[in-house]
């Protein structure tokens, strides 16, 4: 077993990273093109009409390979299954509060959304967002992968209220978000 201290650093970016996603810009165009469209329909002020509070999906193509709860105590969130290396968004936007390798969950970003709701993405082969980072929603936050206590190349996506964690399938669908089907709060 491999400690965090063996392990290589993630915190920073790598803009090669960044440059070789150019083959997914049509998918990341598209989400920020949705959410633009939101923000223009309505009457909000300069400062009201950022993305920070639309809920999203985490990613576009994805398996639901480990349901909430499927593995008892386990399972805290929903494994969505990915080709190594396909990029993961923000759901929501906040402040990033931890973007390193974190145990079992491996390579992980945590997002505080506010409220008391934090989001947790693990499983990551690289991360691209730093520690006091504040992201939006559709932010591009990492890259799927196979670390920590994975069983294939995948996303561990959970939500946290007040540091419990809930069904994200749940709470998301009380946001707009179908994640079952793959379904944006946003047309």
Excluded: C
Excluded at 34 to 41: F, G
Excluded at 109 to 129: E, M, P, R
Aim: proline content about 4%.
């Amino acid at each position: 077993m491999a400690t965090a201290a063996a392990m290589p650093d993630m915190k920073a970016s790598d803009p090669s990273a960044l440059s070789s996603l150019s083959g997914n810009s049509n998918t990341a165009a598209s989400r920020q093109a949705i959410v633009q469209r939101a923000d223009r329909s309505t009457d909000r002020t300069a400062s009201q009409t950022s993305t920070f509070n639309v809920w999203l999906l985490p990613m576009t193509s994805y398996t639901i390979t480990s349901p909430f709860g499927d593995a008892g105590d386990l399972s805290k969130g929903v494994d969505l299954a990915a080709a190594e290396g396909t990029p993961f968004y923000a759901s929501h936007g906040g402040t990033v509060t931890l973007a390193r390798w974190n145990g079992g969950y491996g390579y992980t970003v945590i997002i505080d959304a506010g409220n008391g709701v934090q989001l947790v993405y693990g499983h990551a082969s690289k991360i691209l967002v730093h520690e006091g980072q504040k992201v939006n929603s559709g932010d591009l936050l990492a890259l799927t992968g196979n670390s920590g206590y994975a069983f294939g190349p995948s996303v561990h996506f959970e939500i946290r209220v007040n540091d419990v964690a809930v069904n994200p399938v749940a709470y998301l669908t009380d946001q707009g978000v179908d994640l079952t089907h793959h379904k944006d709060s946003l047309p």
